[in-house]
């Protein structure tokens, strides 16, 4: 059995819907932030990184959402949700989950976590107000480049997929002008209209 620990409105939401399209045998088990939750003695033994996600297997954790992606790929092969046999196009699937968690993850963080970065309260808000320039600059690189269509990958549907539709959820909220972005918004209205996604969307409340 797998366990996710999640929140709703975090990246894990990504690992969630690879699960159900894996149809993985799993709990969902939520971690409340708004009581601090995810600092808490308990989660800490479980992620010390004291962030969701993080998948419990058989044989450990796992956290970073591109390793709980990846891993689910390989767990569950006949759902084939990653290009398995190929190489180089595996590479290119890893590439894309690597710069939506490194790269548009982070400058989505810089409106909430500034304090991450720095201490100054000028320099936090500068952060804050560099959000829309930065994430729509990393969404109009997937926007004309990285996403081939229909799905991440072109054909078929991947674990790339799930984590695009995540992130995407954020783009209204980071300000940014949603008429730049059509195809990336045609994917996240037919990711929505899938039936595990419509699953987990219920129930990671």
């Not at 996710?4 to 894990?12: E, I, V």
């Not at 759902?79 to 710069?99: E, G, I, K, M, T």
């Not at 109009?140 to 790339?160: F, M």
């Amino acid at each position: 059995m797998l366990t996710l620990f999640y929140a709703p409105g975090t990246c894990s939401l990504a690992s969630h819907i690879a699960l159900e399209m894996a149809g993985a045998d799993y709990a969902a088990q939520r971690i409340d932030f708004s009581q601090n939750e995810q600092r808490s003695e308990a989660f800490l033994a479980i992620n010390p990184k004291g962030r969701v996600p993080a998948l419990r297997t058989p044989q450990g954790v796992i956290s970073e959402t591109p390793a709980i992606l990846f891993y689910i790929a390989q767990s569950f092969p006949a759902a084939r949700l990653a290009p398995l046999d190929d190489a180089f196009a595996l590479a290119q699937l890893q590439s894309f989950n690597s710069y939506i968690c490194s790269t548009l993850h982070v400058a989505h963080a810089h409106k909430f976590r500034g304090s991450r970065w720095a201490d100054d309260p000028a320099a936090i808000e500068a952060m804050r107000q560099k959000v829309p320039e930065t994430v729509g600059a990393a969404f109009d690189l997937i926007e004309q480049d990285l996403l081939r269509g229909p799905w991440v990958l072109g054909e078929p549907l991947s674990i790339g997929d799930a984590y695009l539709f995540t992130v995407a959820q954020w783009m209204e909220g980071d300000g940014l002008d949603m008429a730049r972005y059509p195809r990336v918004l045609d994917h996240r209205k037919r990711m929505a209209a899938l039936p595990a996604v419509q699953k987990v969307l219920a129930a990671a409340q």
